[in-house]
């Protein structure tokens, strides 16, 4: 007898949902997607415990009839391609039908739903076996509640990592979609508790910013350019920004938060230390969107063609920056040259010049040094913080600083160090912080951007 046998579907589910389904993140992202493609406007979500417990997706889209409302939990059913040369124009974000599929097979779901806010259907399914289809009002439109994630898959549900870590990984998810999706309100719960609120916005810019913080208005610029039928909008970092920013690296091609290694890594050379995000629409036939599962990586069918959007652009000149020897560097320069005699007499640095505003270049024998002073700094403050003994200093009036719920969740996990180095802070809100004392070395409001710095850098806790 044969050794091959043909996989049953249950398992063939399962393992696709390897692909699709990661971590509650990743079905946020699906049900996100679904509720984009069904026109909806208002979207609201809510979850539990890093969504591995529960997540929650409600929008006001078109909803889908009793019929529908079963089939699309069928691997590959699809209201979005019905053959083979659509998937060369797909407009939607979802066309393979394996989202649902793949999300009901590892957990329990409940969808309700309707098309018209008069008579609307609940389905309950669990592990992929539909327990009940039953009449329900509701809304025009679809909720989707996915509970107990991978409860049948307990080796997968142990990858999982914290409650906190998974939370960060739904707020970036979240927040990847909000910013693609201006037109469309979004509200996002946690245990029925507001985090964010996204008023509908006029365009790319205002959700940027509702995103990001109106703080942020005068250190970024905004390039926007259209050649054609492609066209992009641009966000950088301005040049020289002292104020730690958050990192916001993304391409969205065509509405879809994506990693294309190309486009990437041009912007990344062409804007070194500087954060951005690009706004690209490009035709689709453009690009091959069909080379991952969970649809994040792309390609360009020819880079050339979008590398002639950017070529008059002024950022041809970062290219090729040259060393310049600057014989009067900045003061950060000095300030680290001295540490480093100090602290570390063994090296003998010779200083050869500075890329201006960037890094400086030393020798050291044969050897070529190239130091980042800012980073130097900052490893130096916190070198001196967690090892010497420093005073805490109790401050008459905290200060208060405002912090994204990224931020709040980086602090719960660096609790005990902040305390060893003197710092006492406490809550003051959802995206608040109340500074009461700080190490002694703090004037001003450098306790203020040195804990800014901890909670976005990760680099320097390492
Ligand atoms: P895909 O999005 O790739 O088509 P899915 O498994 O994510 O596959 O969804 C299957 C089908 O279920 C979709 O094509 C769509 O017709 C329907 N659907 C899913 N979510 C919604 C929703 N929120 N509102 C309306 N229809 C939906
Ligand atoms: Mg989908």
Known sequence: MGKIKVLPENIINKISAGEVVERPASVLKELIENSIDAGAREIEIDFSRGGKD?????????????EDAILCFERHSTSKISKYEDLFKVKSLGFRGEALSSIVSVSKVYLLTSTNGNEGT???????????VEPFIHPRGTTIIVKNLFFNTPARRKFLRSDGTEKKYILKTFKNLALSFYFCSFKLKEDGKLLENYFKGEDERERFF???????KDLISFKERK?????????????IVSYPLPSFNHIILNSRVVYERWLYNYLKDNYPKRSWCIFLNIPTEEVDVNIHPAKTEVRFKNPSK???LFQEEEIKKFNNSPII??????????????TLQISYKTYDFIFLGQIPNTFLIFSEGRDLIILDPHSAQERIIYENLLEKNINKQFLLIPKIMEITLEEMEELKE???????????IEEGGLKTLKIMATPSIFKGDEPLTFLREFLRNKKIKK
């Open 54 to 66: 529960m997540i929650f997706v409600k929008d006001d889209g078109t909803g889908m009839d009793k």
């Open 122 to 132: 609940k389905v309950s399914i669990e592990g992929g076996k539909i327990l009940d």
């Open 210 to 216: 509702q995103i990001y913080g109106e703080d942020l």
């Open 227 to 239: 050649v054609g039928n492609l066209s992009y909008k641009l966000f950088i970092s301005k040049e």
């Open 306 to 308: 979008i590398l002639s």
């Open 325 to 338: 020897y600057v014989p009067k560097a900045d003061e950060s320069l000095f300030k680290v040259q001295e």
């Open 414 to 424: 660096n609790q005990e160090i902040l305390k060893n180095m003197n710092f006492e």
